[in-house]
């Protein structure tokens, strides 16, 4: 298995540092809106990731955090005239709805930044003994001058990151590169006690201490969009290594952008739609499949003739798989008259196209080519189901019980569900039931207990268990 990694700009063999267990972190939300189809593709792509390694053996701990303070938090809480912590809980709670809604697998933690505040100042009181950073009237910035390999994941010098980058303008910085690891608080704002006085982490320094929190001082993946390669992770890489004086992530993957009309999506730009609008015309199952459908470090041009291609590329693939089931229960009304199958050349195909998917999988998790190795499949399924005389003898229901199995795999890996069944039911059953467990949600922070209390029942008789649990609700049919 290869992957490309952004730190040293070519795909490597993968070698997990434990044999045991694969680590991954990757960045999450800023919990102060729902986020959009770009950010979807940033935590989609890491579950392919986890979801391929899974498949090939692997035991994986998986880290996503949430920034729950920053610039953006403060300025929308005071917009809507709400806490910070009530505008978390809010889009954290929508983050699990949507995410659950693209088949992404649950992480194994959510760490918050509010929840590791401590542990931030203890990091930078080291990187301030280490005379990585300073303090200047309550900020505290990190001297980038002081990191000799500042800039080895963006591939630039100090001079060529200077010129032109996304860095904030602060007279109080000796270098304009220099970025700020605790910001003094300002009136009215959320703030902690710290030796340089009141204040709040930045936005960098959270990121490095939830990672090595919980995945310890050297972990296999850290996973984010290309616009994080600077200064965000380039940054993270200062912080951390300085502290270590090691290197702490071994594979650095990123995806691409997606464009509109050949620009990036951006909520700066404004050009952008959120995962939840674009789910009110499109199945999330279409969405994840058009988010997978090009190579994950590719840009994706988003347009609604995209999400159709999309859309009927996945419908083909699940009429193959019905068919097959069909035929497996005995269904013959489709079948045509026409020459004999030979199971053994079946067989053999089917072997071809899974070695086909397994191998683009294997190279830098190619998901175009091993979706394109499906599509291979189904044509020569349908071509066969089509033109045969098909007798259902105990070798050919074998054979094609192959086939269903490798779409079962395939798409176990993919995040896809090609029953067309349960697509169809994810259409209406799960926005139903997500809107009552919304409705009872509200229902519990009105401490209308007695409504919140008759929605769980009802929703229990009709065979929906629900759990609350501290990501949010969790629900399953029984």
């Given at each position: ?59 994986v701990f998986h880290i996503v ?164 390669v600077f200064p965000h992770h ?143 499949l189904a044509k020569e399924l ?97």
């Amino acid at each position: 298995m290869k992957i490309y990694n952004t730190l040293t700009r070519k795909k490597e063999e993968f070698q997990p540092i434990d044999e045991e267990q694969v680590k991954i972190y990757t960045c999450g939300p800023t919990v102060y809106d729902y986020f959009h189809i770009g950010n979807a593709r940033a935590f989609v792509i890491p579950d392919i990731l986890k979801r391929y390694l899974e498949y090939k053996g692997y035991q994986v701990f998986h880290i996503v955090n949430f920034t729950d303070i920053d610039d953006k938090m403060i300025n929308r809480a005071e917009e809507e005239g709400v806490n910070i912590e009530e505008l978390a809980e809010r889009f954290i709670e929508a983050y699990f709805e949507d995410t659950k809604r693209l088949n992404i697998k649950k992480a194994d933690a959510y760490p918050k930044a509010t929840e590791h505040i401590y542990d931030i100042i203890e990091l930078i009181e080291i990187l301030e003994e280490e005379e990585y950073a300073y303090e200047v009237d309550g900020d505290v910035f990190f001297a980038v001058k002081q990191f000799e390999d500042y800039g080895k994941l963006s591939n630039q010098s100090l001079e060529e990151l200077a010129s032109g980058s996304r860095v904030d303008i602060n007279e109080k910085k000796r270098n304009p590169l220099d970025f700020v690891l605790w910001k003094n608080s300002k009136a009215g704002e959320p703030s902690w006690d710290s030796p340089w006085g009141a204040g709040r982490p930045g936005w960098h320094t959270e990121c490095s201490v939830m990672s090595m929190f919980y995945l310890g001082r050297k972990f296999d993946f850290h996973t984010g969009g290309v616009d994080l390669v600077f200064p965000h992770h380039e940054n993270e890489i200062a912080q951390s290594e300085a502290v270590t004086e090691s290197q702490v992530v071994n594979y650095w993957l990123h995806n691409g952008y997606i464009n509109i009309d050949g620009e990036k999506m951006s909520k700066s730009l404004g050009n952008f739609f959120t995962t939840r609008e674009i789910f009110a015309e499109y199945d999330p199952q279409v969405v994840r499949f058009f988010l997978i459908s090009k190579h994950y470090r590719s840009p994706i041009n988003f347009s609604d003739a995209e999400l159709a291609v999309a859309q009927k590329g996945l419908e083909r693939l699940k009429n193959t798989v019905q068919r097959l089931d069909n035929l497996i229960a005995g269904d013959q009304q489709e079948l045509k008259p026409g020459s004999s199958v030979e199971y053994e050349e079946l067989t053999e195909l089917i072997e071809t196209k899974k070695k086909k998917f397994v191998a683009a999988m294997d190279d830098d998790l190619n998901t175009a080519l091993a979706i394109g190795s499906l599509h291979e499949l189904a044509k020569e399924l349908n071509t066969l189901i089509n033109t045969s005389d098909l007798q259902l003898a105990q070798g050919l229901i074998s054979t094609l019980e192959k086939a269903a199995d490798f779409f079962a795999e395939a798409g176990e890996v993919l995040g896809l569900e090609f029953s067309g069944e349960e697509i169809k039911d994810d259409n209406l059953v799960a926005p139903l039931i997500e809107l009552l467990l919304k409705i009872r949600s509200e229902a519990r922070e009105e401490q209308n207990w007695d409504l919140a209390d008759q929605i769980r029942d009802e929703l229990a008789e009709l065979g929906v268990k629900i759990e609350d649990t501290a990501q949010g609700v969790e629900w399953k049919l029984e």
